[in-house]
């Protein structure tokens, strides 16, 4: 099975990520139909990438044979034992779209709104880009422990001859930064709160028990594939998380972790970012689009 080639695409300078509900009076079937019909899912147009995906309850009931059994979207907020809270905010599809300038992305995207026009309304839209190649918005290196474009298949897509073969699983979070509160942190310690050094990403041997570092060790929980980026105004910003995950469950223990719920203390950077949005979505193989 075929993946969506936008998940590996790495290097593209701008990015949009449209979350959709179906209307009223509208079938979830139609929508992944009129999703599946459109052409850059499988191909690339225009210099866009596009990767489609759908709220797994809807792409079970729409295609029960193409998609593990135990997908299940993000219904429920995560609450930790001092009441941080990570909100569920589930849709119904996401299109997230990604190429090597804004103009494109934003002609791309209006088509795509307008092909889905009464079948389904936008119910967030979030515009990303790259900042300084490789870093977030805190200065630090994001996706050190992202695997190489080799050894990302393997980690991100549902495996041959398995239920959803060719596909994946996308955690999509939207992180808002206390960005005076970080800055006024001393680079020692961010250092600590992150778990790695600043200028070259190298991890603290004797870093905290509550560092990001720990409370998302890959190690620990499995690894994912990371498509990361900023976003937001110069005023109010953050990171768009964009995980992706042949299994389900190393997503979902791990914001467990970072919550405080996995017997661990809770993540010390979600003191300075905290979650606004969250959501699960199956991506489906071109191949299985191409069916409906």
Same mark, same amino acid.
């Given at each position: 099975m075929t993946p969506q080639a936008g998940i590996l695409a790495l290097g593209t300078a701008s990015h949009a990520y449209l979350e959709f509900d179906v209307s009223p009076g509208r079938q979830g079937r139609d929508l992944v139909a009129v999703i599946s019909s459109m052409r850059e899912p499988r191909t690339t147009m225009g210099g866009v990438n596009l990767v489609a995906g759908f709220r797994p309850e809807l792409w079970k009931k729409v295609s029960p044979d193409e998609a593990p059994a135990d997908l299940e979207g993000f219904n429920h907020d995560i609450v930790g034992s001092d009441g941080f809270v990570m909100p569920a905010t589930q849709h119904?599809?996401? $299109?997230?779209?990604?190429g090597i300038a804004y103009d494109v992305v934003f002609e791309a995207s209006r088509g795509a709104i307008a092909a889905l026009a009464g079948l389904a309304s936008v119910a967030d839209e979030t515009s990303s880009w790259p900042y300084h190649r490789d870093r977030d918005l805190t200065g630090f290196i994001d996706g050190t422990e992202n695997p190489t474009l080799i050894d990302a298949p393997g980690v991100a897509l549902i495996p041959e001859g398995s239920p959803g073969a060719g596909?994946? !699983?996308? !955690? $999509?979070?939207?992180?808002v930064h206390d960005a005076a509160a970080w800055e006024a942190l001393p680079v020692p310690k961010q250092e600590l709160i992150i778990g790695r050094r600043k200028l070259d990403s190298e991890e603290l041997e004797d870093k905290p028990a509550d560092a990001h570092a720990a409370a998302t060790d890959q190690d620990r929980f499995g690894k994912i594939f990371r498509r990361n980026m900023p976003f937001g105004t110069v005023t109010s910003h953050g990171t768009m998380f964009v995980g992706f995950s042949a299994d389900q469950r #190393? !997503?979902? #223990?791990? !914001?467990?972790?970072?919550?405080? $719920?996995?017997?661990?203390? #809770?993540?010390? $950077?979600?003191?300075?970012? #905290?979650?606004?949005?969250?959501?699960?979505?199956?991506?489906?193989?071109?191949?299985?689009?191409?069916?409906?």
């Open positions: 119904d599809a996401v $299109l997230w779209l990604s596909g994946s !699983l996308l !955690l $999509l979070q939207k992180w #190393r !997503l979902s #223990r791990m !914001l467990e972790s970072m919550a405080g $719920l996995a017997g661990g203390p #809770r993540d010390a $950077l979600t003191r300075y970012t #905290r979650p606004v949005s969250g959501a699960y979505y199956f991506v489906p193989s071109t191949d299985a689009l191409q069916l409906r």
